[in-house]
């Protein structure tokens, strides 16, 4: 019999720790109806490469909604980009906080002459007019990094939600700004080579949602079956957000689990 009482101690306690925001959530609406372009509707071989104002302005132009990256320079300044080194991207050796936003902008992003953004010029940029998905990446203090973003973010009218793969970003936001739409990013980690961590464990599990309680789950598409993405999303009603989409036949394959998708690479047909 006591076993049978652990059992349901231990199913509780699951339960609870990757339940997401119950009560109070905000309106989600939105987000709706529109396809999000990973970091731009953009091509590394062009003139409008990931993360840059062209990708950017191609995306608005072509009315689809943006998901992109937010870092800090060394001089504490928000800039748009993704990876934590420049190497890939623009063939240079260092971090981005490495250098201040003056410093960067002697670097180009790969075969083009774009420079690394401004995320308050992006916002200016964009200014209200598709919807924008905000993945806060923490290479330092969380919430240090939240709040220089935050600034910005709670000045800007328009339609987003903020994500990151960190639970300490996402729990920033719902101790400081419980009235924005936050979400936990997340995936299997295990990868040819490596294990995972144990954060990464507890993160693929969304075993720290009980600190966060994120309004969506954005999962790596291709591991929609994770036990605990469908019990976030299936049970608790948790905004379900598909990354990335990298063809068509993609697409119309996770449209059984996902509500909401982010894509690069085509062009998605509408349903």
Same mark, same amino acid.
């Given at each position: 019999?006591?076993?049978?009482?652990?059992?349901?101690?231990?199913?509780?306690?699951?339960?609870?720790?990757?339940?997401?925001?119950?009560?109070?959530?905000?309106?989600?609406?939105?987000?709706?109806?529109?396809?999000?372009?990973?970091?731009?509707?953009?091509?590394?071989?062009?003139?409008?490469?990931?993360?840059?104002?062209?990708?950017?302005?191609?995306?608005?132009?072509?009315?689809?909604? =943006?998901?992109?990256?937010?870092?800090?320079?060394?001089?504490?300044?928000?800039?748009?980009?993704?990876?934590?080194?420049?190497?890939?991207?623009?063939?240079?050796?260092?971090?981005?906080?490495?250098?201040?936003? +003056?410093?960067?902008?002697?670097?180009? =992003?790969?075969?083009?002459?774009?420079?690394?953004?401004?995320?308050?010029?992006?916002?200016?940029?964009?200014?209200?007019?598709?919807?924008?998905?905000?993945?806060?990446?923490?290479?330092?203090?969380?919430?240090?990094?939240?709040?220089?973003?935050? +600034?910005?973010?709670?000045?800007?009218?328009?339609?987003?939600? =903020?994500?990151?793969?960190?639970?300490?970003?996402?729990?920033?936001?719902?101790?400081?700004?419980?009235?924005?739409?936050?979400?936990?990013?997340?995936?299997?980690?295990?990868?040819?080579?490596?294990?995972?961590?144990?954060?990464?464990?507890?993160?693929?599990?969304?075993?720290?949602?009980?600190?966060?309680?994120?309004?969506?789950?954005?999962?790596?598409?291709?591991?929609?079956?994770?036990?605990?993405?469908?019990?976030?999303?299936?049970?608790?009603?948790?905004?379900?957000?598909?990354?990335?989409?990298?063809?068509?036949?993609?697409?119309?394959?996770?449209?059984?689990?996902?509500?909401?998708?982010?894509?690069?690479?085509?062009?998605?047909?509408?349903?």
């Amino acid at each position: 019999m006591w076993l049978i009482g652990v059992l349901l101690f231990l199913i509780i306690l699951y339960l609870y720790a990757v339940m997401p925001r119950i009560s109070g959530r905000p309106d989600r609406t939105p987000l709706y109806g529109i396809y999000y372009a990973h970091r731009g509707l953009h091509d590394n071989k062009t003139d409008a490469p990931e993360n840059s104002m062209a990708a950017f302005r191609k995306a608005v132009e072509a009315g689809y909604g =943006i998901e992109l990256d937010v870092q800090l320079t060394k001089d504490r300044i928000p800039v748009v980009f993704h990876d934590e080194t420049l190497k890939r991207v623009c063939g240079v050796e260092g971090k981005v906080r490495d250098f201040t936003y +003056e410093e960067l902008q002697q670097f180009t =992003i790969c075969k083009s002459q774009e420079r690394i953004p401004l995320f308050a010029d992006f916002l200016k940029m964009v200014d209200g007019r598709v919807p924008l998905i905000i993945e806060i990446k923490i290479h330092e203090k969380a919430a240090v990094v939240c709040a220089a973003a935050d +600034e910005l973010i709670r000045q800007y009218k328009g339609i987003y939600c =903020i994500e990151s793969f960190d639970p300490r970003a996402v729990y920033w936001y719902r101790k400081n700004r419980p009235e924005a739409i936050r979400g936990q990013l997340s995936s299997n980690f295990n990868k040819p080579g490596r294990k995972e961590l144990i954060t990464e464990f507890l993160v693929h599990y969304l075993l720290l949602n009980f600190l966060a309680r994120p309004d969506f789950i954005a999962y790596e598409h291709t591991h929609k079956k994770n036990i605990s993405r469908r019990i976030c999303c299936n049970l608790f009603r948790a905004l379900s957000v598909a990354w990335t989409i990298k063809s068509q036949q993609q697409l119309d394959g996770a449209r059984d689990a996902f509500e909401l998708f982010i894509f690069e690479g085509f062009i998605p047909e509408e349903k």
